[in-house]
């Protein structure tokens, strides 16, 4: 099993990720190399067993469509019988790996698509500002995401990105923090 550190990004993510989307039964962040960093297997399932096996998935699929193709790996599908495997690498050194019993990987490839748009928007103000972050007022978000990638929050009724969303900047090496009423997107 892993030991989890209840305050890590992923561990975070994890839970947001849980909390949103309750048909996603297991969530696993993972290093690039196979090592398990923290997820909600249970104690049926090794970690240690299956975290190599998620990586080498992913990077035999890598190989075959850059060799092969010459192109750049997005994502990879398992559609079984009961259940629904997503594999998306995050970052240059990470994995995330999630199984539904549902297509709900769906959405998080449509978040995936507009999130390139929305990061180059954050990155030219960023810079535009000249700062390593950009803070906005929560209210205005709708005014740089698409509706599909909000939720609102059920005590004060602001708009907040959804958990995928937020995996999606992260893996851009973009991290969303909230402070009240403002949302913090800082380059890390």
Known sequence: MVEINSDSVEWNLLQ?????YPEIKLVAFISTRGFPITSNFTQSIDSALIS????AIHSMAEMLIVQCFNGLLNHVLIDAKEYNIFIREMGSDQILCFISKNKKFLEFITCSEQSGKIYSKILSLIKEKDTNSLIIERKY?????DSKNLKFNTCDGMPTLKC????E??????KVEYEGNLIIFSQF
Request: aromatic residues 4%; neutral net charge.
């Open 141 to 145: 978000l709708s005014e740089l995401f």
């Open 169 to 174: 900047l992260q893996s851009k090496k973009i």
């Open 164 to 167: 995928l969303m937020e995996i």
């Open 52 to 55: 190599p096996i998620l990586a």
């Open 16 to 20: 947001k990720i849980l909390l949103e």
